[in-house]
């Protein structure tokens, strides 16, 4: 029996998909549930699993085309079987022949393991990686869903072979060359370049700065942290103080955590903290639902959670969808300070930095302390500058003194 395989209802924030990558073809035998094709969006790369056993008989879109909601891109036969190749034996029997008619045994050689194929299964991010290194992705050890590699995975791989082949790729390189390569925009960072945009021209942003002596902070991490770890099973970071900080500000400062609708203001009972994590593809923003209701050991694990599906390519729309205020730390990269771009239509953006030990006046003496610049942007349309600086010294306070958080306060 045929069944069509389709695209997947999108959400009414996406219009469209291209396809990426088709995983098989014409011909090949698939498994239930085993991933035919990735479709690309503005968002997210889904996965299109095959809906029965069976062989793969028809693509009706290849990749590169745009597709929309339940459009048909393939077609399954299933529970049919994929044709077997004919086994190398059957080609020997004439010589085999010829072997008896002389009264002379041959012995028989011993065939030559066929190279192992390439991984189909390669985002097309680690295939480009793959490609550009010349790393046989059979050799790799994969660490995503089912043992599949990822480009992280080639990335370390590649690193490990290098001091090898420094030597050979330093003897190629040519003085002077002045090399070039243009690449097609993804659908997803040209969507990002487009919001960036947006936010740039429709919004009008403001920015606002302070720096946090994040001391006690440390030492809490520092005294509690091991026995967190044990008690909770994840470690004690510095996201969960930022976003338990955040969601206290954001109950006393509510319009920060509004967002605009037209020429309404959408004030938010709860706090929905969208976390900037980086991929491969560009920036994406999942999302903690409800984050005023979790506590520390909650925030780290859905955090580590986003981050390990981010590495995976196996971000949800769900995932990605909604949010009421954004934090961004740039601070892994080494930024000390920036003015982060608001995600709308959210109204404001929390810039965490780098960690620095700088030389502060404390009580009359001068210390050494670990400080970090924070910064706020935020829309103000709505948003006044009051609100803002407020928002963002209630922020430092809480950081300053962790218990006041844990009081409410």
């Known amino acids: 029996m045929s069944i069509e395989v389709k695209v997947p209802v999108l959400p009414e924030s996406v219009s469209d998909a291209t396809i990426a990558t088709w995983h098989k073809k014409p011909g090949d035998a698939v498994k239930r549930d085993e991933n035919l094709v990735d479709l690309e969006t503005d968002k997210v790369v889904l996965e299109v699993p095959a809906p029965a056993d069976g062989v793969l008989k ?107 082949a420094a030597p050979a790729q330093a003897a190629r390189a040519t003085p002077g060359s002045r090399p070039e390569e243009r690449v097609a925009m993804t659908r997803m960072r040209a969507r990002i370049a487009e919001r960036l945009m947006q936010s740039k021209n429709s919004i009008a942003m403001l920015t606002s700065s302070n720096e946090v002596n994040l001391a006690k902070v440390v030492a809490m991490r520092k005294q509690l942290g091991e026995q967190f ?13 930022f976003v338990k900080a955040a969601c206290e500000a954001l109950k006393r400062y509510p319009v920060v955590n509004a967002s605009v609708d037209g020429n309404d203001i959408i004030y938010h009972g709860y706090q929905d903290i969208s976390i900037a994590v980086s991929t491969d593809r560009g920036l994406v923003t999942p999302v903690l639902r409800d984050a005023q209701d979790m506590g520390f050991a909650d925030i780290e694990k859905a955090i580590a959670a986003f981050a390990k599906k981010a590495r995976e390519g196996g971000l949800t729309l769900d995932d990605l969808q909604g949010g009421t205020f954004t934090i961004t730390n740039g601070g892994t990269f080494g930024s000390l300070f920036s003015t982060p771009i608001v995600n709308p239509p959210q109204s404001g953006i929390l810039g965490m930095h780098t960690i620095k030990e700088r030389a502060i006046v404390e009580n009359g003496q001068v210390v050494a302390a670990p400080m970090m610049y924070i910064a706020i942007s935020y829309d103000h349309r709505i948003v006044d500058g009051k609100d803002a600086v407020l928002f963002l010294v209630d922020i430092k306070n809480q950081l300053e003194n962790p218990h006041r958080m844990l009081l409410g306060l």
Request: proline share 7%; glycine share 10%.
């Open 229 to 241: 770890e044990k008690t909770h099973g994840i470690k004690l970071g510095f996201m969960s103080f």
């Open 58 to 164: 028809e693509i009706r879109h290849d990749t590169g085309d745009t597709v929309n909601s339940e459009d048909v891109i393939g077609v399954l036969e299933e529970g049919a079987v994929a044709e077997a190749p004919k086994p190398a034996a059957a080609k020997e029997e004439p010589k085999q022949a010829a072997s008896a008619k002389t009264g002379k045994a041959e012995k028989s050689q011993p065939a030559k393991a066929a190279p192992a194929p390439s991984d189909d299964s390669l985002s097309p991010a680690g295939r480009r990686v793959a490609a550009e290194e010349k790393i046989d992705a059979s050799q790799v050890a994969g660490t995503g869903r089912g043992g599949r590699v990822t480009k992280e995975d080639l990335v370390n791989y590649s690193k490990a072979e290098k001091p090898a």
